[in-house]
């Protein structure tokens, strides 16, 4: 390469020409596509903010100058230009670079990312710091992908305008999140990206300082576009809030960029640059479909049969769909997640029973209280790990007031490659702990369908389901059934141990007691479906009958499933021995879920090697 190669840092990236950064921006594509066409990641979003990043990096001081980003995967090019262009396709991959941003991986990571929303609070306070600290330094916020439909974003430009120093946020608008933004606000933005007479004014504007660079020229030339602003534009709420707003201008205009950003970079206040980008720039392909271009998969074997299970989240959107067809109470509500959460076809089938809040988890839960008081039936598709950004809404606003609303928690559990912003190993503790609500997973498709079904049906407390990124095992043409609340079932019998599974553990706990045969070893296992309440019935007697205990879950150990099974004996005086088997209390990088669920010790093999260690210590 004549350029990326040679850049391990932004100081090199300064040394090059303004007017050779378009090929610096080429080059930077290029490696991000060829690489992430290989090995998976994503994709689109970074594709749209080349420019920018280039433009940030080579204006400002960075890491001396702080640059904040929102969710970090628009933020592969960040890395690329600060020292990690050898290790870039290790990105995502086991024991390499984090798909997002990590604050021990880089000096240049200033304030970890993986949700969205977070940038601008981050930035304002460290903004706050510097002048308490009376230190010189910049800070810069780039917000985008969707990021500014979260409540979070605005929380933060309310209190931002008080700030009455250097903070320059910068908007990505590329006009999507993961799915197309919606609402008011992003309404907003686009009729100020796309007012014709502005944007004629400001180009000609442009144009002119090109032909007539001359001081007294320029300054002419942008009194004339701060009036056509005035006039189109008499005020913005950017503005309202205390923010000088600049924009819109071309996020793709390398030499524009530059331009603009030297020249507000050190006004002593808060400032807006509003940049328009193009999700997926540079490929065509991606361009014409950004949301199926967001993240690509690694290339496999294609030779390999694919499975017809499919994955939890293709069913769920069918059995959605298909209860719908019989209950016309039945909403769904998601946070800018309808493709990942597997409601596509519900969008379409049933357009007006369908609710994209945009990335405002805490408003998804609370709007489908609303729509539960006024007797419908929401179902609330959400990840695990983004769930728990409503925590509060959960608690106040549903099981305080006993609303049955149904929350289906995609991601329940270790996700792979997107991390530990992104593994969902904590709602079983923190929904446990909640007063009138029900928490459960299903082993199977077939069960998950029951279990949505049976939910629909209960008109008492809100109704939570966990399942995981996965095939989901058995997923056949059934009608769903209704499974009695808090009922386990014997998965498989046996004689020595008890194994209480949860969830995804129940097919590998029932693949250890089946390794576990061959050593002497028989395992009782049960599917533990309901994890709150618990059948404390069949508790009672499997107690009696076993004087050894396993409980396994896929969620962390401490406030878990196990530790309210060893609350439950310790209240009835039981002496029985038992072990808890979950993740550890610490937070799990990226790799292959596989790898991961090996690495904590939730494979069958590790399992079957836990349970008849277990069985071979003294009884205590």
């Known amino acids: 390469m004549k350029y990326l190669d040679k850049i391990n840092n932004p100081k090199d990236l300064k040394k090059i020409p303004v007017g050779e950064l378009a090929e610096v921006c080429d080059e930077l594509r290029k490696y991000i596509i060829d690489t992430i066409n290989q090995i998976g990641g994503h994709l689109a979003p970074t594709l749209g903010t080349i420019e920018l990043t280039t433009a940030v990096h080579y204006v400002f001081d960075a890491p001396k100058d702080k640059i904040v980003w929102d969710t970090g995967h628009q933020a592969y090019a960040h890395k690329v230009l600060t020292g990690r262009f050898s290790e870039f396709p290790t990105i995502r991959k086991y024991k390499g670079l984090s798909g997002f941003l990590k604050r021990s991986e880089s000096e240049y990571d200033i304030f970890g990312a993986g949700h969205a929303s977070t940038s601008i609070s981050a930035a304002l306070g460290i903004a706050s710091a510097r002048n308490l600290n009376n230190d010189d330094y910049k800070v810069v916020s780039i917000i985008g992908d969707g990021a500014l439909s979260g409540g979070l974003a605005f929380e933060a430009l309310n209190n931002a305008g008080n ?359 028989s395992c009782e296992v049960v599917n533990c479906r309901f994890i709150k309440p618990m059948d404390k019935n069949f508790l009672k007697n499997a107690f009696n009958k076993f004087d050894r205990v396993v409980t396994i879950e896929e969620g962390v150990v401490d406030g878990g499933f196990g530790e309210g099974v060893i609350a439950w004996a310790k209240k009835f005086n039981l002496k029985n021995s038992i072990i808890n088997i979950g993740i550890p209390g610490e937070f799990i990088d990226h790799g292959p879920r596989n790898i991961l669920l090996k690495e904590v010790g939730l494979d069958s093999s590790s399992l079957a090697e836990k349970i008849i260690n277990f069985m071979r210590k003294p009884n205590e």
């Not at 502005?198 to 007539?212: A, H, T």
């Open 163 to 521: 700030v009455r120093k250097q903070l320059l946020v910068i908007v990505n608008d590329n006009d999507m999140s993961i799915s197309p933004n919606l609402g008011a606000f992003r309404n907003y933005l686009v009729k100020i990206a796309t007012n014709k007479k502005y944007n004629q004014i400001r180009k000609w504007v442009y144009r002119s300082i090109k032909r007539f660079p001359s001081k007294f020229f320029v300054n002419i030339l942008r009194k004339t576009e701060a009036s056509a602003k005035k006039f189109f534009f008499p005020t913005t709420i950017f503005e309202d809030l205390g923010f000088r707003y600049f924009g819109p201008i071309d996020g793709h205009n390398i030499e524009e960029l530059i331009d603009v950003l030297e020249k507000i970079k050190d006004l002593d206040k808060p400032v807006v640059l509003h940049t328009i980008t193009k999700k997926g720039k540079g490929l065509d392909y991606a361009e014409d479909d950004p949301v199926k271009f967001h993240g690509v998969k690694e290339k496999k074997d294609t030779s390999k049969k694919k499975s017809s299970i499919p994955i939890y989240q293709n069913a769920f959107g069918e059995i959605v769909c298909d209860l719908a067809e019989n209950n016309e109470s039945i909403v769904t509500i998601t946070a800018a997640m309808k493709e990942g959460t597997g409601l596509v076809d519900f969008s379409k089938k049933f357009p007006n029973r369908f609710f994209d809040v945009g990335i405002a988890e805490g408003h998804a839960v609370t709007f489908s209280g609303g729509l539960s008081v006024n007797n419908k039936t929401p179902i609330v598709a959400i990840y695990s790990t983004f769930l728990q950004r409503a925590f509060d809404h959960i608690i106040h606003d549903i099981s305080l007031q006993k609303l049955p609303v149904i929350f289906c928690l995609d991601r329940s559990g270790l996700v792979g490659e997107d991390g530990a912003t992104h593994h969902g190993v904590l709602d079983i503790s923190y929904l446990r702990c909640i007063q009138n609500i029900i928490v459960s997973a299903p082993k199977d498709g077939n069960e998950l369908r029951d279990l949505i079904f049976t939910a629909t049906k209960n008109k008492n407390t809100p109704f939570t389901i966990r399942y995981p990124k996965e095939e989901c095992i058995n997923f056949d043409n059934q009608d769903a059934k209704i499974i009695e609340i808090g009922s386990w079932d014997v998965e498989k019998s046996g004689d020595d141990v008890l194994v209480l599974a949860v969830g995804s553990m129940v097919k590998r706990a029932s693949e250890a007691a089946n390794l576990l045969v061959n050593q002497g070893v």
